[in-house]
DNA sequence: CGGGTAAGTCATTCCCGGTTGACATCGGGC
DNA sequence: GCCCGATGTCAACCGGGAATGACTTACCCG
């Protein structure tokens, strides 16, 4: 997991007095704190810090720590439009990601660190179940279409989760050849879930 | 998550004044409390209670609550021995398990709650790291063998990890045809990977 | 049987972090 | 320019939970 140390002390940017705008930034701080320290291992403090404002306003804004994790967590789980992958190249682009180091989609992994967070915290669990079935799910079964939808679904949200779980685990990424099959099985893999 | 308070209030068995088996029996207790609850969510008093003794020995034998939980990873992580898997029934077994309920594996499924969570806590992971890799994988690589066996490996762990956080995220296993083509094609992508 | 030590109990302290409410200050509209 | 509501600040409160240490009780050994 991220260290929380780096994460602070760079936007001390002076605000004009604008709700919105520090609400914004106040969003931005908790999903990146949330992410790296988990619900309760993120501080209000620190979060408030590090948006350049004062812990009170998050009570004034979200109605609390659970208010804000909730914002937190519906912010985050926003991805991009899976109905627009490319059934093509698809699964040789998410091989290629997975074998590659976490950091290089820094954006993307912090959202995934703050949902495994949220999946293993048995207060937010619920709210993340919701949230992933009509946000995640629903579009890729969609998307997958054909024969035992639900089946080939869940296999492949299965592998997805899994692969990005050890790529936030390992340490080191593969090189050289066995990078090379790794990215090759992991792609067939995957394509023979989206192609039937 | 499963839900604490059904854990507890079964066992005062009153035990003769005995170290080693109320320090045995705070640590099964400490192993559920924190797969359950996290790190965090685990408080030393629900667990001395379920353990039917008093929080401050937690003190005396394990130093703290740090101390405590970094025993009950350690003992969490010695799983039964993967060089003895059966090369063949492996992966339908395995399949056929991720496709039932999490409730059914009751002793592993806690396990690797717990683990999850040891994954998600910034401060337990690098304990976690080691562990798995000496404990989970080389004993993976050594089964399989084969060529390009550390990308097989990771692949493998990978699925592995997915299929266990689908099942204990989900609240329903699939059921019917659907569960029948599940299983199939789950054993027939572990066996791929295992046999070559 | 009696004393000493290990095992267990209890009350208390201490700290941390979320929350609250009173107060200060900015900034836009009259 | 001035006034009022919205925005931001500050200090204090409060509860919960881990840790501490003095105390009591059981067991065992001589």
Redesign the pocket.
């Known amino acids: 997991m991220t260290n929380v140390s780096t994460l602070a002390a760079e936007k001390p940017v002076a ?5 919105e ?2 609400r914004a930034a106040i969003l931005a701080a908790a999903k990146k704190h949330f992410a790296a320290s988990g619900y309760d291992g ?4 620190d979060i408030a810090a590090d948006a350049g ?8 804004y979200f109605g ?3 208010g804000l994790f909730a914002a937190a967590l519906k912010d985050s789980i926003a991805p991009d439009a899976i109905s627009q992958w490319d059934r093509k190249g698809f699964a040789h682009d998410v091989a290629k990601m997975m074998a590659g180091h976490a950091h290089q989609n820094a954006e993307r992994t912090h959202a995934f660190e703050f949902l495994l967070q949220a999946a293993t915290n048995p207060i937010t669990a619920p709210l993340l179940n919701e949230a992933v079935q009509e946000r995640f799910m629903d579009p890729i079964r969609q998307w997958i279409g054909g024969d035992h939808v639900e089946a080939r679904a869940r296999l492949l949200a299965s592998v997805f989760i899994g692969l990005l779980v050890e790529r936030l685990i390992r340490d080191e990424p593969l090189a050289g050849a066995e990078r090379e099959i790794f990215i090759e099985r992991t792609a067939a893999l995957l394509q023979s879930l989206v192609d039937n």
């Open positions: 605000r004009r007095r604008d709700a705008a520090t993120a501080y209000l403090r404002a004062d812990a009170a306003l998050i009570n004034r609390g720590k659970d």
